[in-house]
């Protein structure tokens, strides 16, 4: 039996054994005293660990290490770290460490501490060590995507039907909350950017036109971008970015507050309370604010082809007039009522699907953003190559 202990009430240790096989180490003293003693007590404990491990400084084999705390005066987080250090060296020679002699704060606080690996040690363990490691995991992660978004759009769908036969249970007041939200409190937002474009446009048509004399043509250029592409996608990402990112904020707050789980018990779907009224708002509002956009747009181009072309207001919009038809807007208004949709849904569901820290929920609003502006633009190509192919 040996001890360190340089004062009663520094931190210090006894050492009893190896008996039978099991070194026991007493902490002694006060642990939350000056660093010195602290310093040199917890090597104490590791020179013992080492000492035990070594085959030419003991007698018998020692397979076990117990620490005992019931004679600590006090401790703070240096303990944990000394403790820590001594788990490691003991693991790395191959004794078994038992802690169940030590106060069950401090097992407690040990336990918390190893249930999150230091940062470093994360990003190593998760990095693949080979290619198809890489593949795996990504095929894996891909799938457990699709297969999610599969779930939600089933969930979405049944939602919807049971609207349609009127068993939907949400409150008619926040719809028209959400309708006010995504419609006339967006109209600025909307309008802002639409304006600028159709001016964009114009300006850009204009420097090319005037070279041939057929500047009459920007009120071509303006209405038909405005009218079939332009006005919908910019609106949809304006949205994607203002309504589909707080839809998701919404409901992932929703998560971590447990209100969606109230819900459940009290035997409300939370698809039919939350999610329906934000899709249907979006689905009626987007067509109205597509409209708004062409407008808007149209004058943007009008003030370019008035202000630096020196046409007329009646040839400008006989010009328009000429450009589209109903066909045309009809087409742009389709289109918004898909990305309104598809605003929707990428919103509500990254929401839903929101772990319950904030960390995460800011996590599920930018993946909403991404995900509406990506479905966005790929849904305007395939409209692209489906018009063109149709002679639309």
């Known amino acids: 039996m040996s001890s360190v202990s340089p004062e009663h009430l ?3 240790l ?3 054994g190896p008996t039978n096989g099991i070194l026991t180490i007493k902490l002694l003293g006060d642990w939350a005293g000056p660093s010195d003693s602290v310093s040199s007590a917890s090597d104490a404990v590791l020179e ?3 000492n035990a491990a070594d085959p030419n400084a003991r007698s018998g084999a020692t397979v076990r290490v117990n ?4 004679a600590l005066i006090g401790w703070d987080t240096r303990v944990l770290v000394a403790i820590a250090a001594a ?3 003991a693991e790395r020679h191959n004794l078994e460490m038992d802690l169940q002699g030590l106060p069950d704060g401090m097992r407690a606080l040990l336990r918390l501490a190893r249930a999150v690996p230091p940062r470093g040690e994360r990003r190593s363990n998760d990095e693949p060590t080979q290619l198809l490691a890489l593949v795996g995991q990504s095929a894996i992660e891909v799938g457990r995507s699709l297969s999610e978004t599969n779930e939600f759009l089933g969930q979405s769908m049944l939602s919807l039907w049971r609207f349609v036969r009127g068993k939907a249970q949400f409150l008619r007041s926040d719809f028209i909350e959400f309708m006010q939200v995504t419609g006339p409190q967006a109209l600025g937002i909307v309008g802002i950017i639409n304006v600028l474009l159709g001016v964009i446009l114009g300006f850009m048509g204009a420097v090319q036109l005037q070279q041939f004399g057929a500047q009459i043509y920007v009120a071509d250029l303006v209405a038909l971008g405005q009218t079939r592409e332009i006005a ?5 990402i304006v949205m994607a970015g203002r309504t589909g990112g ?3 904020a919404q409901l992932g707050t929703m ?3 447990e209100e969606i789980d109230a819900l459940k018990t009290f035997g409300f779907s939370p698809m039919d309370f939350l999610v329906l009224p934000r899709m249907l708002a979006l689905a009626l509002m987007f067509p109205l604010l597509v409209l708004y956009a062409d407008a808007l747009g149209i004058f943007g181009g009008y003030l370019v082809g008035v202000g630096m072309l020196d046409i007329s207001t009646t040839e400008y919009i006989e010009q328009t007039r000429k450009a589209i038809d109903m066909g045309d807007i009809a087409l742009g208004v389709v289109k918004g009522s898909i990305f309104g949709i598809l605003v929707a849904i990428t919103g509500c569901m990254h929401g839903m699907q929101s772990g319950r820290s904030a960390s995460a929920v800011g996590d599920a609003a930018t993946k909403a953003v991404v995900s509406g502006i990506i479905a966005i633009i790929v849904m305007t190509a395939v409209f692209a190559v489906l018009t063109n192919i149709l002679g639309i």
Do not use: C, R
């Not at 620490?67 to 019931?70: M, P, R, T, W």
């Not at 919908?232 to 949809?236: I, L, R, S, W």
């Open 67 to 70: 620490l005992d705390g019931a």
């Open 14 to 16: 006894e050492l009893l």
């Open 87 to 89: 788990s490691k060296l």
């Open 10 to 12: 520094s931190a210090g």
């Open 232 to 236: 919908p996608m910019m609106t949809g």
């Open 246 to 248: 707080a839809y998701a």
């Open 48 to 50: 013992a660990i080492e």
């Open 255 to 257: 998560q971590v507050n």
